[in-house]
């Protein structure tokens, strides 16, 4: 669960210059990877642009966009329509969004009341106090996409740097320690799953489901 020692708070512009990750549990038990990453304003200029690139193309890379916004500041609707231009901008504007309205203990009811109707899909929540944190947790766990790859593979010792690569990186279901190496137990992407191929014992891609 997130508290108040997982949350970065400033009330400027860049507050954040690099990338803070870090690892969060959702209520089943599937472990999710978090990156903050710097904020975003409209027409951003060309030279932010270059300097923070690592920044965005960790956004672009993303499978889902945790996108946080001020709903006590008058200009919200402003901030969010900013933001989702910058996605589009950097190639992300595909990548599933979680809108959450943070900030919701500034605000009246009634301000609270117009905010959500203007943006019925998003999640009210305040990283101050708590609120609305667990229905986030929630809804996160039904909007992440799940890797399509799911695979079982005999890592060697020596490749150590796999393994915790993919408890970054991958969804682990099991793992067990073998004479010959670890046998981990995952679904993975196609690009986590290419780099596997060597070690792989079985291997299918995740169906998709239809309505």
């Known amino acids: 669960a997130l508290t108040d020692a997982d949350v970065l708070v400033a009330d400027q512009l860049f507050a954040t210059l690099d990338p803070t990750t870090r690892r969060i549990e959702l209520p089943s038990g599937r472990a999710a990877t978090v990156s903050d990453t710097v904020g975003f304003v409209s027409k951003l200029p060309h030279d932010l642009v270059e300097a923070f690139r690592s920044t965005l193309e960790e956004v672009a890379r993303a499978d889902l966009v945790l996108h946080v916004a001020d709903v006590s500041s008058r200009g919200v609707d402003r901030q969010v329509r900013a933001v ?120 299918r891609p995740r169906r998709a489901s239809t309505a």
């Open 84 to 203: 989702r231009s910058v996605l589009d901008d950097i190639g992300a504007g595909g990548i599933v969004e979680v809108l959450v309205l943070n900030k919701v203990d500034l605000v009246e009811p009634s301000e609270l009341d117009t905010s959500r109707a203007r943006f019925p899909n998003a999640v009210v929540a305040s990283a101050l106090t708590g609120e609305g944190i667990e229905g986030l947790l929630e809804r996160l766990e039904r909007d992440l996409p799940r890797p399509p790859v799911e695979l079982r593979a005999l890592i060697p010792y020596d490749r150590e740097d796999l393994v915790a690569r993919l408890h970054r990186d991958a969804d682990i279901l099991e793992t067990e320690h073998t004479d010959d190496g670890t046998i981990v137990h995952a679904r993975v992407g196609e690009r986590e799953a290419a780099e596997l191929a060597p070690f792989v014992l079985s291997s």
